[in-house]
């Protein structure tokens, strides 16, 4: 029975795993550090499983564990101190533009200018699709919090990534 | 949802290809059985000093009173061991100088790592106060911009400096007859006293600005509790105690909570990061629950 309750947790983190570290990246913007925040997720994830398991929505569940590790962390100050990697962080993918949006580089960038609540809002509503409800109770705010969020981050954004446009189409 | 929105939602998700995974489930499961059986010891180490009802020092608690500083702020020089803010957390360091006619302190101050509070009221509750010292380093909820948004709006006015430090009028936007100031008690260490009198907004001030002149940081009033965790989990130390009315047997219940890292605690009713031991006093019964486990224990009554 243990045994079984330990491979539906392996089974769940096998697929989930890819999702939630691109999620763990937008978030923070760093694939180290994003790993780091899905590790520490996964680990509260464990300590619970048992009840985790038996819930109605546990991808609700464990995407609430990622923003709050994420959120939490930012406030320790974790951001600040130093890590040693075992290897060289990653190089920027490629940029591929989209429907005017000039991406990859500058989507991260951008996302990095917002509040942590603001990017935490950001992921969960376009990232994972969640409605504000959905995304209100895992942030455990107000849905008009997460609509006022919402609305300021992607305010922010287009600002952001229009002035970007904007200056690369006069540096052509 | 416009094609802007739209575009910014595939964004997200075909965002390259993602280096190889650092995530090492070995090390989930590893470190989250550890996480278990501490937490598994914590209940059994709280549930015997309570059966006991021994007042069992806790680890890292230096046995007598803390030695402040001429400021205060040395009180707090401490605070690097374990896990930052006031250290002993079960010592108030504040003492009015000052209080209003009939104005008497709560017997039930709020005590954490982060920030100790003790309320002031007198028989009617017309006025109505509440001094809050915050551990160098940690900043009211509504100025934390991780916590702001969660908080209700505030209206900040510029204050005259109180003993050379800077100070804020602040109200709650939606409520500005409930008032407050802001002070920094040291460096980088912030205090308040906020609340409702029966004067003027303008009387109001004048009485909170009186209470903050007055008020004494490096006081040494030691909180007794019913009983202590003996033995905390690694990494982990008292971070707060809080006294809450248990309902169910009528009496005031201490609740201890112990976590890895210190922080300004959300308002009641929101989730509190930590282990949470509920201690009811009295010798018929206790609860130990908690926040961070799976399960809850009851124990049996104390005989």
């Known amino acids: ?166 200056h690369a189409g006069r540096a052509r | 949802m416009n094609d802007w929105e739209e575009g910014l939602r595939v964004l997200m998700r075909d965002g390259g290809a993602a280096p190889a995974s650092r995530v090492d489930l070995g090390r989930v499961v590893t470190d989250g059985r550890r996480r278990r059986r501490a937490a598994s010891g914590a209940v059994a180490a709280a549930v015997l000093a309570l059966v006991a009802g021994a007042a069992v020092a806790l680890p890292g608690w230096p046995g007598g009173e803390p030695v402040p500083g001429a400021s205060g702020a040395a009180d707090a020089s401490d605070a690097g061991a374990g896990v930052g803010g006031f250290d002993p957390v079960l010592v108030l360091r504040l003492r009015p100088g000052w209080l209003p006619d009939g104005v008497a302190a709560d017997p039930n101050p709020s ?64 409520h500005p007859q409930r008032s407050g100031l802001l002070w920094q008690w040291a460096p980088d260490a912030y205090a308040s006293v906020e609340g409702i009198t029966p004067g003027s907004a303008a009387q109001d001030r004048a009485v909170w600005r009186h209470v903050a002149e007055q008020l004494v940081t490096n006081a040494r009033r030691p909180v007794p509790v019913p009983g202590y965790v003996t033995d905390t989990p690694a990494g982990m130390a008292l971070i707060g105690m809080d006294r809450v009315f248990d309902r169910t047997r009528q009496r005031w219940a201490t609740v201890l909570v112990l976590n890895r890292y210190a922080y300004v605690p959300p308002p009641e009713g929101r989730p509190r990061p930590g282990i949470e031991v509920t201690l009811t006093p009295g010798g018929t019964a206790g609860t130990v629950h908690l926040a961070d486990h799976e399960d809850e224990w009851t124990i049996d009554p104390v005989r």
């Open chain 2, 111 to 174: 005590l954490w790592a982060a920030r100790q509070s003790e309320r002031y009221a007198d028989q009617p509750a017309t006025t109505d106060f509440t001094i809050s010292l915050y551990a160098p380093g940690f900043v009211p909820r509504f100025l934390d911009p991780a916590t702001k948004a969660d908080e209700p709006a505030m209206l900040l006015e510029p204050a005259d400096s109180l003993g050379g430090r800077p100070a804020q009028w602040y109200s709650e936007q939606a």
């Open chain 1, 1 to 166: 029975m243990a045994n079984a309750v330990e491979q539906e947790f392996h089974e769940f983190v096998r697929v989930r795993l890819p999702g939630l570290r691109r999620a763990a990246y937008l978030l923070c913007g760093d694939w180290t550090r994003g790993d780091d925040i899905v590790q520490r997720a996964l680990t509260d994830v464990y300590v619970r499983w048992r009840r985790v398991r038996r819930a109605e929505n546990i991808d609700a569940y464990v995407r609430t564990v990622l923003v709050h590790r994420f959120i939490d962390e930012r406030r320790r100050g974790w951001s600040a101190r130093v890590s040693l990697v075992d290897r060289v962080p990653e190089r920027p993918a490629e940029d591929v533009a989209l429907q005017g949006i000039p991406a990859g580089l500058e989507l991260r960038q951008a996302m990095a200018r917002l509040p942590d609540r603001q990017r935490a809002v950001l992921v969960l509503r376009f990232f994972y699709d969640m409605s504000v409800e959905q995304t209100a109770l895992a942030m455990r705010c107000a849905p008009g919090t997460v609509k006022s969020q919402t609305s300021a981050a992607l305010a922010t954004m287009r600002r952001l990534l229009e002035d970007t446009t904007e």
